[in-house]
């Protein structure tokens, strides 16, 4: 059975996204009470040490809503509004909880509100679970837009473009794999034939797989999973 933190709708992560200042509110709520609930099930128990912990944001979450991953051994713990600092801080309580992390970080770090930190927690990510004979599994990030999240200035730099700072941070993941450490290119289903943005039909927002696009993203994770006979 997958467990994972509490979620809403789509509609309200989209909601709270828009606005840094409500994220930053959910963002403390539910990693305590996720928290709580996760270890109030018994994490462990639950996952199965035979399984993944799914490490993200809101982008994680929508993917916890695709019926192609219902019945895999995952443990959820998709937080909206996270970077990857929060991400490498939850792991530290959830490393015994499944045989592999699988983490899909970055999007809020580029975010112009919040310090770009994810070069050094998805590397830390790696070492934590590397450490304790973890395998990893990292997801490259979906595209930057286009729409009404993603074009709405608050969200963008002041100069340059997000959408590129998304294509060079994944370019940089690329390079972490290793032994041990897989990367799965979420990008390549999602974007358009520019290079850059979503393809329209994947995303209703700009910012986050719509269902067509979680499902482009579950096939790709399922056929890893299958490939390697993982469990």
């Known amino acids: 059975m997958a467990v994972g933190y509490p979620t809403a709708t789509n509609d309200k992560f989209i909601r709270e996204e828009s606005s840094l ?21 018994g994490v462990a128990t639950c996952a199965s040490a035979q399984g993944f ?7 994680t979450q929508f993917l916890q809503n695709s019926p192609q991953l219902a019945g895999y051994p995952i443990l959820w713990a998709g937080v909206t509004g996270d970077t990857t600092q929060g991400m490498y801080d939850r792991y530290q309580t959830l490393v015994q909880a499944a045989n592999c992390v ?16 994810v070069k050094n927690y998805i590397p830390a990510i790696i070492s934590t679970a590397l450490a304790h004979g973890k395998c990893v599994y990292l997801g490259t990030v979906p595209p930057w837009g286009r729409g009404w999240i993603s074009d709405n200035p608050v969200h963008n730099p002041a100069s340059g473009s997000r959408a590129s700072m998304v294509v060079n941070y994944n370019q940089w993941l690329k390079t972490l794999a290793q032994p041990g450490v897989t990367v799965i290119d979420y990008f390549s289903v999602l974007v ?29 994770f399922v056929r890893e999973y299958r490939r390697q006979s993982l469990f």
């Open 192 to 220: 358009g034939s520019d290079g850059l943005h979503y393809k329209a039909e994947l995303t209703d927002d700009g910012v986050h797989p719509n269902a067509a696009g979680c499902a482009a993203m579950a096939a790709l």
């Open 53 to 59: 912990v799914f490490l993200g944001d809101s982008i």
């Open 102 to 117: 699988h983490v899909i970080g970055g999007t809020n770090d580029m975010a112009p509100q919040l310090g770009n930190g």
């Open 21 to 41: 200042s409500n994220i930053h509110k959910w963002r403390r709520r539910a990693i305590f009470v996720g928290t709580w609930v996760l270890w109030t099930l």
